[in-house]
């Protein structure tokens, strides 16, 4: 089965700046990857998502780039804000299945 | 549009009893998957539902067991509850053709004792 890993699991940055966190996958018939920030307490909120025809696609300060190559798909934070502060999943999916698997999550941290 | 909510919010549990947890998704929807969350196990797969058929299920035990009705509503059950059982139990709604988007629900946090 698919297999996500997720890096870093942590990642603290200052308000303003950037921030970029990875995930791998392992079945190469994966062609729907989508991001989720989850807020304590809070349901996992979709943010942004990427399908296997599209190498990047961005969304005001958010973007996703997927290199099906590699396996990998990133997100990219710019500008990042107090209230971007959470933790954000990565997921996988093949085909028509709506079985997403996670990556392990990254508590991003941005820093007043 | 309303989105997927679960009742109950919040369940404690003995060992050993069942529990049923609800979930209706947005309206259209009639695609349900049900996750578990954990701290050591993250977010977890448990069945997809459409349709009021099973069309997916993860790696977990028999004693996990769901349903999805004609309205599209969904509930899951769990027999014979585990300490390890103690968990967020998250189900997601969407569309089934066209946008393959997950919407979560807020989620049952459900407590073993």
């Known amino acids: 089965g698919e297999n996500v890993e997720q890096h870093p699991s942590t990642l603290s940055v200052q308000e303003g700046d950037s921030a970029v966190i990875k995930c791998t996958y392992s079945d190469s018939a994966s062609n729907y990857f989508p991001w989720y920030k989850q807020e304590l307490g809070k349901r996992p909120q979709l943010i942004i998502d990427i399908r296997s025809n599209v190498g990047e696609k961005k969304d005001q300060r958010i973007a996703v780039t997927l290199n099906k190559t590699a396996k990998h798909f990133s997100l990219h934070i710019t500008e990042t804000q107090p209230e971007d502060s959470a933790v954000y999943f990565c997921a996988a999916t093949s085909g028509s299945a709506r079985q997403l698997t996670f990556g392990s999550g990254t508590q991003l941290t941005v820093l007043p | 549009k309303a989105g997927v909510t679960q009742t109950p919010r919040y369940l404690i549990k003995t060992r050993g009893q069942q529990v049923t947890l609800s979930c209706s998704p947005i309206s259209g929807h009639r695609s349900v998957s049900w996750y578990q969350q954990t701290p050591g196990q993250g977010l977890q797969f448990l069945f997809e539902?459409?349709?009021?058929?099973?069309?997916n299920k993860g790696n977990f035990p028999g004693r996990f067991s769901g349903r999805q009705f004609s309205n599209s509503r969904s509930e899951m059950n769990v027999s014979t509850l585990e300490l390890g059982d103690s968990a967020l139990y998250l189900c997601?709604?969407?569309?089934?053709?066209?946008?393959?988007?997950?919407?979560f629900g807020p989620g049952t946090r459900l407590t073993v004792t």
């Open positions: 997601a709604s969407s569309v089934d053709q066209g946008p393959w988007e997950q919407y």
């Open positions: 539902y459409f349709s009021e058929t099973q069309r």
